[in-house]
Nanobody
C-alpha cells in the first residue's frame, strides 16, 4: 500500500526551528517528486516546497525562501523540510505529497500530486 507519514510537527517559538520528515513506502520513491503543502484555518492549501525525483531541482514558495530547506534521502525513502526563522504565520497543518512530473521537475499545485500523508500540525507561538 502507498503510505506517507509526516513526523516532526510540534510547537515552536517565533524565530525557532523545526524539521519535518516524510517517510514514504509502497511506490518507487527514487523516481517520484515530493512536495510539502500547508493549510491554515480559513485559508486555502498552499504549496510550500518540493523536490524532484533524483534531486534535480527544488522549489520554494516566496513566503519561505531563505528560511526553509527541502532535502531527500533516497536510501531511507525520506524527505525532510528544515524550517528556520519560523513566524506565527507559518502555523498550519503541513502535508507531504508524492507525484510524478515530466522531466524530473516538481510543482506547487496540489492537483499535481497523487498521494498524500495525513498531515502534521506546526504551531509557531510565544
Amino acid at each position: 500500500q502507498v503510505q506517507l507519514v509526516e513526523p516532526g510537527g510540534g510547537l515552536v517559538q517565533p524565530g525557532g526551528s523545526l524539521r519535518l520528515s516524510c517517510a514514504a513506502s509502497g511506490f518507487t520513491f527514487d523516481y517520484t517528486a515530493i512536495g510539502w503543502f500547508r493549510q491554515a484555518p480559513g485559508k486555502e492549501r498552499e504549496g510550500v516546497s518540493c523536490i524532484s525525483s533524483r534531486d534535480v531541482m527544488t522549489y520554494y514558495a516566496d513566503s519561505v525562501k531563505g528560511r526553509f530547506a527541502i532535502s531527500r534521502d533516497n536510501a531511507r525513502n525520506m524527505v525532510y523540510l528544515q524550517m528556520n526563522s519560523l513566524k506565527p504565520e507559518d502555523t498550519a497543518v503541513y502535508y507531504c505529497a508524492a507525484g510524478s512530473f515530466y522531466g524530473s521537475s516538481c510543482g506547487g499545485n496540489f492537483y499535481e500530486y497523487d498521494y498524500w500523508g495525513p498531515g502534521t500540525q506546526v504551531t509557531v507561538s510565544s
